[in-house]
C-alpha cells in the first residue's frame, strides 16, 4: 500500500475545501434564485386575482346582509299569502314571429 506524500495530501485538502465552498456558493445563488423566481410569481398571481378577491369581498358582506333581512322576515311575523306554483316562459325569438304565417 502506497502512502501519498504530505505536498499530494494538502493538494487534495485545498481542492475538496474549494470544491466544498465552490458548491455552497452555488447552491446559495441558486436558493436566491428560486426565491426571487417564487416571490415574482406570488406577486404576480396576487395581481392578477385582485378583482376576483374584490368579489368574495363583496360576496360575502353581501351575504352577511342578506342573513340580516331573512331575520326580518320570521314566519311567525309574517302576515302575507304565501303563493307557490310554478312559471314557464317561452322565449320566442322576433326571427321566428316574422316567420310565421299569422305575422301581420
Do not use: Y
Request: no cysteine; proline share 2%.
Amino acid at each position: 500500500m502506497k502512502q501519498g506524500s504530505l505536498i499530494s495530501k494538502l493538494v487534495a485538502l485545498i481542492a475538496t475545501a474549494t470544491l466544498l465552498v465552490v458548491g455552497l456558493m452555488f447552491s446559495a445563488v441558486l436558493l436566491v434564485f428560486i426565491l426571487s423566481a417564487g416571490l415574482i410569481i406570488f406577486g404576480w398571481i396576487w395581481w392578477k386575482t385582485r378583482a376576483l378577491r374584490r368579489q368574495l369581498r363583496e360576496h360575502t358582506q353581501f351575504r352577511a346582509s342578506a342573513a340580516n333581512d331573512a331575520e326580518a322576515f320570521r314566519p311567525e311575523e309574517f302576515t302575507g299569502d304565501i303563493i307557490e306554483g310554478e312559471v314557464i316562459r317561452k322565449v320566442v325569438l322576433i326571427e321566428e314571429i316574422k316567420r310565421r304565417p299569422d305575422h301581420l
